[in-house]
């Protein structure tokens, strides 16, 4: 028995675990957040309102982007298409680590997290392609997903909802993000490429050409 708890643990998707933890939490807290400032909900939000969500990201990037990077390595499961997952997560810190440092870029809110929201929109995409490469589960749905999540940021990047719509715009992309990071979580623990997928997957590839 406890054989087998250690092999699921092992086995599990523990990066992308860790960026739906990171999405589900900065969704919650941007959402929570009163938008120009004062003690929110649980009073552990930024006093200044959204521009303090802005000045914590760093640090969130940091934390979040390491420990990506790291549970990257301990899952025995394959890696997202390649290095994707490693890569993902040390970009995470090196932009975080940057920002604390250099604090330049981060300086509206809605433009901030509209990247932030298109940054995680082409992650989900990549996992919605490794669904697809594995056959491991609703790769369309992560796709539309991924879409979804760009859409939302490409509204917030240019302010189209106006001032009233930046924090839903904001917290929307987050919240969807951490869904498909937790389906691909799900559904791409323990799962590698095996010859009778490719099998499978070549056969119906030649009967959709010559049909």
Do not use: C, H
Not at 133 to 149: T, Y
Not at 195 to 204: D, I, L
């Amino acid at each position: 028995m406890k054989d087998i708890i250690i092999r699921k643990l092992l086995s599990a998707k523990w990066s992308l675990a860790v960026m739906a933890a990171f999405s589900f939490f900065l969704a919650v807290y941007v959402y929570v957040t009163p938008p120009q400032g004062g003690l929110g909900m649980f009073m552990i939000t930024p006093t200044n309102g959204l521009e303090g969500t802005i000045q914590q990201l760093p640090w969130f990037l940091i934390v979040f982007g390491a420990l990506a990077f790291i549970g990257s390595f301990v899952s025995k499961s394959t890696w997202v298409l390649g290095f994707v997952e490693p890569i993902m997560g040390l970009f995470m810190f090196v932009v975080g680590f940057w920002e604390l440092f250099f604090p330049y870029d981060f300086q509206i809110v809605s433009q901030t997290w509209a990247m932030v929201g298109v940054f995680l929109a082409f992650y989900v995409m990549f996992i919605a392609l490794e669904i697809d490469r594995k056959r491991a589960g609703v790769w369309l749905a992560e796709l539309i997903l991924a879409a979804a999540i760009f859409i939302a940021s490409f509204v917030n990047l240019f302010n189209f909802a106006g001032d009233a719509g930046t924090q839903a715009l904001s917290a929307l992309p987050l919240f969807l993000a951490g869904i498909g990071f937790l389906y691909g979580a799900v559904r791409l623990t323990g799962v590698s490429p095996s010859r009778r997928a490719r099998r499978e997957r070549w056969a119906k590839d030649l009967d959709q050409a010559a049909a």
